[in-house]
């Protein structure tokens, strides 16, 4: 796909850089304007779930995440807009005239029960309180029916979700851009809230809906997508109604952001995980929205420039991504390339638009020291500390102690993995029984990575799994498969682990993440995984222990995989097979054991690894160090075979064609003629797997990466 002027050519480091982006983001949508401005419908002509009259509502009402700050400073300020010449952001009052009128050609319709018309109300709030002498027509006629149209919202059914913000944030608009008074919808107000503030988890996250035993959802709709977002612009227009509230939203923000930084690479990356990653640059909106509402941060975000960074760099990271966008420059539905697979039932072609919500930034001024400061490294970039020999400093020495590279999530039942090798989340509890596309791949694999993202599947077959970073398991043979979901017990669990080095004994304690899953409810099959987290002894590593128990007198087929890497070779072919020292399979009699491929593929018995301009993706079968690593545990004949496996084009929200590396166990089956208590003690197995990854954005060289490949973990954990 050709770049976007504006956007993909952009520096993004000054506010007038920002401005550029979104004008030309904006000037895309110019051709698909309603004659009075009310709807836009792209050219691409894909579908909804909801009707199209709502469909070419989002595109008309998501523009509004910028345009309604575009259009306060165009009206407070002399000096213009830069780039937005040759833009109509007046279309956008003519058309909420217009799309508010029943009597009118491009009105949007009556309200109904979980109305799609509900998300895009908040949008038009937003404008209305951000822009109230903009937005809120003079004529009496005109504010009737608006005021009417809005509050049509609060007759009707709000899915107890994040939705429950939307008639928030219109009520909160109803009140201070039009008028009416607050008694009047106070009571509906506060019962949201009331519903809002009881997805509260801990540490400032929220989940998407109350933490059940159907949905267990705590992803990007926790913090910029949604509720964060919608709780920092709450205190930013309601600071007078609800001080209280205000306050420890405030608080929650402020917690929140401890953890949230971490999901971004040192490069900009976000790690994708959850629904509606079509929403791309989004990512970034709660440090906009926190930015804007003022919320003191802690460290290692309470500078600005920290912060800044965090903004710019995701900003930069997209525009190299010019694939992102349709042949006319505006967005398509994919992540890094159009694809349909990932999208959501949901997705219009003018759902993209929520990504907008970064660029409220823009509200602004250039006089904020936001603009004016300068941008800082991202947190992890800080590698060297000035101390002394003896760990005190000395004199006026300033000591920056960077943070620590493992950190628990424990509302979203994570832990973030921030190596210079490889940036990464491992993921334990999280499902939801809605009936989301691809909602196990979303949900509950167990790792997700900003460098290699993750898959999505196509079909019911194996390779149209595509079960990157996830166990699949099959009792017949592979005709089908069932891939984790619905984790049961999840659990955050420090462990204490001894390693040897250097002929001494080494001790650690790491945090894990251990759950359980039944592939089958007519089963008693039960497979409880233990996720290790990277140990810095051993770089690029992270191990899963499964334990299988209950009747295995069938044949199980479990699959453990690594992370998907792109297959595409240097030259647009295939990669090459490589030797086990990583060269190209040549009739040397040395086999250049110095000469390392740049990209190819290894397999062997019981280990595989994949090299492309990506990086490295590897997988190892570790069923053989059980008893060693859990002492207490005893092997039980699992049979494992690596190999890797190819899935279908367009899986990966990343790259387009890859492949996966995975081994395939087998647990020993119960023999049938075995007695009773034979039986219950064959009960139990085990298998162990060890996953390598390596980012080609950490710039290591190869003789590195082949290095860490051939040093494997090898600890014990104190049980």
């Not at 908040?122 to 309180?129: C, H, K, R, S, V």
């Not at 990277?534 to 222990?545: E, F, M, N, T, Y």
């Not at 190819?646 to 899986?651: H, L, R, V, Y």
Request: proline share 5%.
């Amino acid at each position: 796909m050709p770049p976007l002027s504006g956007f993909s050519d952009n520096s993004f480091k000054s506010r007038d850089d920002v401005l550029i982006a979104a004008t030309s983001l904006l000037a895309a949508l110019e051709p698909y304007k309603s004659p009075c401005g009310a709807r836009i419908k792209l050219s691409t002509a894909t579908g909804t779930g909801f009707d199209e009259t709502s469909a070419q509502l989002e595109g008309f009402a998501r523009p509004l995440w910028v345009v309604a700050d575009l259009l306060a400073l165009l009206h407070t300020s002399s000096s213009g807009v830069h780039g937005a010449g040759n833009l109509d952001l007046e279309s956008w009052v003519r058309g909420l005239e217009a799309g508010v009128d029943h009597e009118s050609d491009s009105f949007w319709g009556v309200l109904g029960d979980c109305d799609q018309r509900m998300v895009e109300m908040e949008p038009i709030a937003y404008a209305l309180l951000t822009a109230p002498a903009v937005f809120f027509p003079s004529e009496v006629d005109k504010q009737q029916k608006l005021i009417a149209w809005l509050r049509s919202i609060n007759d009707k059914e709000v899915p107890p979700s994040n939705w429950r913000w939307f008639r928030v944030l219109v009520n909160l608009a109803l009140v201070k851009a039009c008028g009416v008074p607050y008694d009047e919808v106070k009571p509906i107000m506060e019962s949201d809230l009331a519903m809002l503030d009881s997805f509260y988890l801990a540490d400032g996250w929220s989940s998407d809906g109350l933490w059940s035993a159907d949905k267990k959802q705590a992803d990007y709709y926790s913090g910029s997508f949604a509720i964060q977002y919608a709780q920092l612009a709450y205190m930013r227009f309601a600071r007078d109604l609800d001080p209280e509230r205000v306050e420890r939203y405030a608080i929650e923000a402020s917690e929140f952001a401890q953890t949230f930084w971490r999901y971004f690479d040192v490069n900009g990356a976000a790690i994708p995980f959850g629904r509606s990653l079509t929403y791309r640059f989004a990512f970034a909106a709660f440090w906009s929205a926190a930015v804007t509402a003022e919320v003191p941060l802690p460290g290692p975000v309470k500078e600005l420039g920290v912060v800044k960074g965090l903004i710019l760099r995701h900003l930069r990271w997209w525009a190299k991504k010019t694939d992102i966008f349709n042949t006319d420059g505006t967005l398509n539905i994919g992540y890094a390339y159009p694809n349909m697979y990932m999208s959501e039932d949901y997705n219009s072609p003018q759902s993209v638009y929520w990504s907008f919500k970064t660029f409220s930034i823009l509200a602004l001024s250039a006089q904020h020291l936001f603009w004016t400061c300068e941008e800082l490294p991202h947190p992890l970039a800080i590698r060297e500390v000035s101390i002394t020999r003896d760990g005190v400093t000395s004199g006026n020495d300033k000591v920056t102690m960077p943070p620590t590279r493992i950190a628990v999530v424990a509302p979203a039942v994570q832990i973030i993995c921030s190596q210079i090798e490889h940036h990464f989340l491992l993921s334990a509890g999280q499902f939801t029984k809605k009936t989301h596309k691809a909602r196990e791949a979303k949900y509950s694999k167990f790792a997700y990575s900003s460098a290699f993202a993750f898959s999505v599947p196509t079909g019911p077959l194996l390779p149209q799994l595509a079960p990157d970073s996830t166990l699949s398991v099959s009792d017949d043979d592979g005709e089908t498969w069932r891939v984790r979901g619905e984790p049961l017990g999840a659990r955050v669990q420090t462990v204490n682990l001894s390693f040897d080095t250097n002929d001494t004994c080494q001790k650690t304690s790491l945090p894990t993440l251990v759950s359980a899953w039944r592939p089958w409810r007519t089963s008693s099959l039960w497979i409880e995984t233990t996720l290790v987290s990277p140990l810095d002894r051993w770089p690029g590593w992270h191990v899963r222990i499964h334990k299988v128990t209950g009747n295995t007198q069938q044949s199980i087929q479990c699959v453990d995989a690594g992370f998907a890497i792109s297959s595409q070779s240097s030259n647009g072919g295939n990669l090459p097979q490589l030797n086990s020292e990583l060269g190209l399979n040549t009739n040397s009699e040395d086999e250049g054991k110095d000469d390392i491929a740049e990209e190819g593929y290894w397999q062997g018995g019981a280990d595989c690894l994949v090299l492309s301009d990506a990086g490295a993706s590897g997988i190892c079968d570790f069923t053989d160090r059980i008893e060693q690593m859990m002492p207490g545990c005893r092997l039980t004949g699992t049979l494992s075979k690596a190999s890797i496996l190819k899935p279908d084009a367009n899986t990966n929200l990343i790259a387009q064609r890859t492949l996966i590396p995975t081994i395939h166990h087998e647990p020993r089956k119960t023999d049938s003629s075995m007695d009773h208590e034979d039986i219950k003690a064959e009960k139990e197995s085990w298998f162990a797997t060890g996953v390598f990854a390596v980012a080609a954005s950490a710039g290591l060289s190869l003789v590195d990466v082949r290095r860490m490949w051939q040093d494997r973990p090898s600890f014990r954990i104190e049980r």
